[in-house]
């Protein structure tokens, strides 16, 4: 079965020190994944895609095929990283999102 | 740069009444897809729409019906409206063949069902 899964709802760290958001996949094929970022009172927008294997706003994200993991990371959180953050995979035909349940970042001051 | 438009932003209804949604799409975007979010999970996917043919559906009631018009917008139509519809609804535009075929959502209906 197709699954994305975050194991946590809530990730509370200070600003400056390094954050990691956990993404696992199952999969039978080669999926795409992706890391899509909702901020306060904002639509969902596409924070970072595996194919691109760039740098957004310092974060970064490898996917690993042998642990079907693709964990977002950033060495020093900002304040303004504060949002929901969905990881999410497609790989059929057409194109639709499976998203995780989502990971809340809160960076406190 | 113009974005999804979604309407209403906001939808209060009655048990048993009908709603529709609505959504348009960033312009000589080919594909519409639509998505369900209720209170605290994650956006399950509805159904999409390339060129105003259905191209996929996932887990999307028989009282619900969606089709995508000659000018790319689609509505989304949800009938004998239960309680358990009340979610966010969001609609999500996208060009073939642009890099990772990228999706981009529009702000959300939140329907609540009364």
């Known amino acids: 079965a197709q699954r994305v899964t975050q194991p946590e709802k809530l990730l509370s760290v200070f600003k400056g020190a390094p954050v990691e958001l956990k993404c696992n996949y199952s999969?039978?094929?080669?999926?795409?994944l992706f890391w899509y970022v909702q901020y306060s009172r904002q639509r969902l927008q596409l924070l970072l895609r595996?194919?691109s294997r760039e740098s957004i706003k310092g974060f970064t994200a490898d996917l690993n095929k042998g642990e079907t993991s693709f964990h977002l990371k950033k060495p020093f959180a900002q304040e303004e990283d504060s949002a929901m953050y969905y990881c999410?995979?497609?790989?059929?035909?057409?194109?639709?999102?499976?998203f995780g349940t989502g990971t809340l970042l809160a960076v406190q001051p | 740069a113009a974005g999804v438009i979604q309407s209403p932003r906001h939808l209060i209804k009655e048990k048993r009444e009908t709603a529709t949604l609505k959504c348009y799409p960033i312009?000589?975007?080919?594909?519409v897809y639509w998505y369900q979010q209720g209170p605290g999970q994650d956006p399950q996917f509805l159904i999409s729409?390339?060129?105003?043919?259905?191209?996929d559906k996932g887990s999307i009631p028989d009282r619900f019906s969606a089709q995508q018009f000659s000018d790319y917008h689609s509505e989304l139509n949800m009938s004998s409206l239960e309680l358990g519809d009340s979610a966010l609804y969001f609609c999500?535009?996208?060009?073939?063949?642009?890099?990772?075929?990228?999706?981009?959502f529009g702000p959300g209906t939140r329907l609540t069902v009364l």
């Open positions: 312009p000589r975007h080919d594909t």
């Open positions: 729409f390339y060129e105003k043919m259905q191209s």
């Open positions: 999410a995979l497609t790989g059929g035909a057409t194109n639709k999102l499976i």
């Open positions: 999500a535009s996208s060009l073939t063949g642009a890099p990772a075929n990228e999706q981009f």
């Open positions: 999969y039978s094929g080669s999926p795409e």
């Open positions: 595996h194919i």
